[in-house]
């Protein structure tokens, strides 16, 4: 599929569009940038002491396990309760944001993993750079808002990440996403059978979008981009990485298993028709692995 339209967009203002300081967001613009994007970043926004305690345990924790990944009830353990990854997003623009993204249904926490992506120099248990993905290939379909933290410096001399700024319908239907399977299940990874396969790769990003479609912020410690498990997304590393980096991602999950999120507009009809899909997608959970009528997301 070919979504010739956005191969004319002028990615270069889009970049400096959703990339700002913390100051000159607000709850609402980063709402905005969020859906129509489908990805922000927030420079400034996370503490730079809960950074550097998170990463000390996690560091702490990975000396004694081979785990790809370190999850937050490791952390817990380790710190005796004291220390959460959730603690990286206590900014009240984030947290308002959060409010706004879910609004109309309470939302809880649903994971935090930190992870390791090894650099040009192999290091010893460390996650090769991942691929080009979405996060619904291999969780949930329901809504989430994800908070991706590095914590250490990347996108220059560490691998950083590259994403798909586009909304995530128009992500949806170029994944392929199909809400019944496509392929009998296969692979070991469930949610596989409703995706076509191997049509996100860098080459054909660049052939449908343009050369420069791919964002690949540069990153500090402190800096947050902000998605959901509706995007293109992947480590980004050239010849030069020779560093490794270590980040945390943070979900965040609806009560109401919906793949779409409440209308913007005034529309009373539109937002009448959001809250009935949403008492309905709550009764059939159980009954459907999409967990929404299909008419609902195209409000």
């Given at each position: 599929m070919s979504l010739a339209p956005s191969a004319t967009a002028d990615?270069?203002?889009?970049?400096r569009e959703i990339d700002r300081d913390i100051a000159a967001w607000t709850p609402e613009t980063l709402r905005a940038a969020y859906i129509a994007h489908g990805c922000a970043v927030v420079r400034g926004a996370i503490d730079l002491a809960t950074i550097t305690r998170l990463r000390e345990a996690t560091s702490e924790i990975y000396a004694r396990t081979k785990a790809i990944h370190v999850h937050d009830p490791d952390i817990s353990e380790a710190t005796q309760g004291r220390l959460s990854g959730f603690d990286l997003i206590a900014h009240p623009k984030l947290k308002r944001f959060l409010d706004l993204v879910f609004v109309g249904q309470r939302y809880g926490r649903e994971s935090a993993t930190a992870r390791r992506i090894m650099g040009g120099k192999p290091q010893k248990d460390w996650q090769p750079p991942l691929e080009l993905h979405v996060d619904s290939f291999f969780h949930?379909?329901?809504?989430?808002?994800?908070?991706?933290?590095?914590?250490?410096?990347?996108?220059m001399e560490a691998p950083g990440l590259q994403l798909l700024p586009i909304d995530y319908r128009a992500t949806r239907r170029y994944a392929g996403f199909s809400r019944a399977p496509?392929?009998?299940?296969?692979?070991?990874v469930e949610n596989s059978r409703y995706f076509p396969g191997d049509v996100l790769t860098v080459d054909r990003i660049r052939r449908d979008f343009g050369a420069d479609a791919l964002l690949r912020p540069a990153m500090k410690p402190g800096d947050v981009i902000v998605s959901s498990n509706w995007i293109v997304h992947?480590?980004?590393?050239?010849?030069?990485?020779?560093k490794g980096r270590a980040s945390m991602e943070l979900r965040f999950i609806g009560t109401?298993?919906?793949i779409a999120v409440k209308p913007d507009g005034l529309d009373s009809y539109r937002v009448a028709a959001w809250f009935l899909a949403n008492r309905v997608a709550t009764k059939i959970r159980k009954g459907t692995r999409t967990g929404i009528p299909f008419w609902a997301e195209r409000m």
């Amino acid at each position: 599929m070919s979504l010739a339209p956005s191969a004319t967009a002028d990615w270069a203002s889009i970049s400096r569009e959703i990339d700002r300081d913390i100051a000159a967001w607000t709850p609402e613009t980063l709402r905005a940038a969020y859906i129509a994007h489908g990805c922000a970043v927030v420079r400034g926004a996370i503490d730079l002491a809960t950074i550097t305690r998170l990463r000390e345990a996690t560091s702490e924790i990975y000396a004694r396990t081979k785990a790809i990944h370190v999850h937050d009830p490791d952390i817990s353990e380790a710190t005796q309760g004291r220390l959460s990854g959730f603690d990286l997003i206590a900014h009240p623009k984030l947290k308002r944001f959060l409010d706004l993204v879910f609004v109309g249904q309470r939302y809880g926490r649903e994971s935090a993993t930190a992870r390791r992506i090894m650099g040009g120099k192999p290091q010893k248990d460390w996650q090769p750079p991942l691929e080009l993905h979405v996060d619904s290939f291999f969780h949930e379909f329901w809504f989430t808002v994800n908070f991706w933290v590095p914590f250490d410096e990347c996108g220059m001399e560490a691998p950083g990440l590259q994403l798909l700024p586009i909304d995530y319908r128009a992500t949806r239907r170029y994944a392929g996403f199909s809400r019944a399977p496509v392929y009998p299940y296969r692979d070991g990874v469930e949610n596989s059978r409703y995706f076509p396969g191997d049509v996100l790769t860098v080459d054909r990003i660049r052939r449908d979008f343009g050369a420069d479609a791919l964002l690949r912020p540069a990153m500090k410690p402190g800096d947050v981009i902000v998605s959901s498990n509706w995007i293109v997304h992947g480590s980004h590393q050239t010849a030069d990485m020779a560093k490794g980096r270590a980040s945390m991602e943070l979900r965040f999950i609806g009560t109401c298993p919906d793949i779409a999120v409440k209308p913007d507009g005034l529309d009373s009809y539109r937002v009448a028709a959001w809250f009935l899909a949403n008492r309905v997608a709550t009764k059939i959970r159980k009954g459907t692995r999409t967990g929404i009528p299909f008419w609902a997301e195209r409000m």
